[in-house]
Structure formats: C-alpha cells, structure tokens
C-alpha cells in the first residue's frame, strides 16, 4: 500500500484566518514533505522531515509552519497568507530519509488545494 | 541553466503513436531519476525509476545516460489515457540534500482519437 492521505481536499480562507493542512501515511516511512505546486508549473520543496527533525526548511515564509507529532503525521499550520500563497499543497513520503542509499522513492498524496481570499 | 531540463511540449500524438520524452541534467552528482506522470489537478504519480542499464514497464522504457546527462521515456503504442503531463525528477545532492527532488518543468502529452 503507498498511500499517503491529505485533509482537507479543499480550502478556503482569509487572509486572517488560521488553519492546519494534515497529512499521514502508514508505510512506515521516515521522511515527509510538504511541496506547493502553482498552476502549470512543477511542485516546489518547501520543507523535508526526516526522522521528525525538520532537516530542510526552502526559505519558506514564517506564515507557513510545519510540524511533525510523529513518523506517520505531518502538518501544516497556515497563518496570515496571501492570496499568491493559493496553490496545491502535497505531502509526500520516502523510507530513506538521508541515507542517500537506493532510489528513495518519495509517494505524493492528493493534495489539498488552498484558496486565500 | 535549470538542474533538469525537459521540453514542454505539448506533444499531439494520434493513438498507436510512438512518442519519446527527453531530459537533461547539470548536476553530475544526482543520484537517482524517475518520471512521474501527473493528471489535471491530481498529484504526480510514480511512473518508474529510471537506471543506467534501462527498464521496461509494458509499453514504457526509460534510458539513463550518466555520461550525457541524458534520461529519455519511450512510450509505444499510445492510448488516450496516457494524456498527461510527464515530469523528470533528479534525486540529490542539492545543496548537500540527498532526498532532495528536483523536477523538470514537465511534458504536456496529448493523444488525439
């Protein structure tokens, strides 16, 4: 099974709202990451946890704030945004983490898609 | 120059077609390649991972070429369901990173009926 899950689907929100984007998997990975993927470009890597420590932080605004309870959930609080902040969000996981050994394939969840008024 | 680079397209291909991607890389160090393969407002799904020595899924080759920095996807026999947008994707080193992905702007595939 390489199911990764995201709540919610969808989203909205304002620009003073707070609100969290959840992930989870149960493959026993080690590594999870948040991507923010805008339209008809390619996902970019916002942040990577591996082993719970967050191990890569892409200079990504302190409005988004990750956080991971433990190995199987992965979260991401939203703060103040801004209407350019709306995009796909996808989690992914991998089993390897830093181990830099085999092709450390990384699993994508659905995404939630995130619209900030 | 962008890590991976890969043609945008769009390829319009008539079903039954043989249709082949391409993708460079300027990072000599990367580790691994793959191609995803992404719907309209779906996430990217795994297609295969790409080895120097070639592999075959089905209708789908995927080649590597370290020396050229070189990945190519082959699909035989096109279907309508394999419109889609095709993205390579480097594995690290980035910036020290070795699970770091790195993906190329992706392929528009479109099979015509």
């Known amino acids: 099974d390489t199911e990764v899950t995201q709540t919610p689907k969808h989203l909205v929100m304002g620009m003073t709202n707070k609100k969290s984007l959840k992930c989870e998997q149960h493959m026993g990975h080690r590594a999870m990451y948040w991507y923010k993927q805008k339209a008809k470009k390619p996902p970019e890597l916002m942040f990577v946890?591996?082993?719970?420590?967050?191990?890569i932080n892409e200079s990504v605004p302190s409005r988004f704030s990750p956080e991971c309870p433990n190995s199987s959930l992965l979260n991401l609080h939203l703060h103040a945004l801004q209407p350019e902040d709306s995009a796909l969000y996808l989690c992914a996981s991998s089993q390897a983490g830093t181990s830099g050994i085999g092709p450390d394939t990384q699993y994508f969840g659905p995404g939630t898609r995130l619209t900030v008024l | 120059r962008k890590e991976v680079e890969q043609d945008p397209g769009p390829f319009n291909v008539p079903e039954g077609a043989t249709v082949a991607f391409n993708c460079t890389y300027s990072n000599s160090a990367s580790q691994s390649f793959f191609w995803y393969r992404q719907d309209c407002r779906k996430e990217p799904k795994l297609l295969m991972s790409v080895y120097s020595s070639g592999n075959e899924d089905g209708r789908f080759t995927a080649q590597l070429n370290r020396a050229s920095q070189y990945i190519s996807l082959l699909i035989r026999d096109s279907k309508l369901s394999d419109s889609a947008t095709y993205l390579c994707v480097g594995r690290g080193p980035y910036g020290g990173a070795t699970n770091k992905l790195i993906f190329g702007t992706g392929t528009l595939l479109a099979v015509q009926p």
């Open positions: 946890y591996s082993y719970e420590k967050l191990s």
